[in-house]
Nanobody
Framework: VQLQASGGGLVQAGGSLRLSCEAS????????MGWYRQAPGKQRELVAI???????TYADSVKGRFTISRDNANNSMFLQMNSLQPEDTAVYYCAAGPLGIAHWGQGTLVTVSS
C-alpha cells in the first residue's frame, strides 16, 4: 500500500485547510485509515482515524474542529481542518492498516501563523 498526502500549507489562525490522502496498491483488508501529526520537537500523535464502516475517533485537541472522511470507492481519505490554531502546526501523515497502522505516507506540512 502506498499513501500520498497532500493539501498542507500556510494558513492564518482561524483558517481552514483540507488534507487529502490517495492510496494505491492492494487495499484488500485495509480497515483503518488515519491521520497523525508530528510537531517540531514532539512525538508523533494521533489526530483522527476512520474505519472502513465509517466509525471515527478524534484526539481531544481536534474534536469539533477537524473532520475525517473516507471514499472507499476511490481509496481516498480526507481531513477537513477548521479553526486552525498555531498549536496545530505540524507535519501531517496519512496512515492505514488492517487492524492497526501498518503503512505510512510521506508527510504534508501544515503551518498556522498567529
Amino acid at each position: 500500500v502506498q499513501l500520498q498526502a497532500s493539501g498542507g500549507g500556510l494558513v492564518q489562525a482561524g483558517g481552514s485547510l483540507r488534507l487529502s490522502c490517495e492510496a494505491s496498491g492492494s487495499m484488500r483488508g485495509i480497515k483503518i485509515m488515519g491521520w497523525y501529526r508530528q510537531a517540531p520537537g514532539k512525538q508523533r500523535e494521533l489526530v483522527a482515524i476512520i474505519t472502513s464502516t465509517g466509525s471515527t475517533t478524534y484526539a481531544d485537541s481536534v474534536k469539533g474542529r477537524f473532520t475525517i472522511s473516507r471514499d472507499n470507492a476511490n481509496n481516498s481519505m480526507f481531513l477537513q481542518m477548521n479553526s486552525l490554531q498555531p498549536e496545530d502546526t505540524a507535519v501531517y501523515y496519512c496512515a492505514a492498516g488492517p487492524l492497526g497502522i501498518a503503512h505510512w505516507g510521506q508527510g504534508t506540512l501544515v503551518t498556522v501563523s498567529s
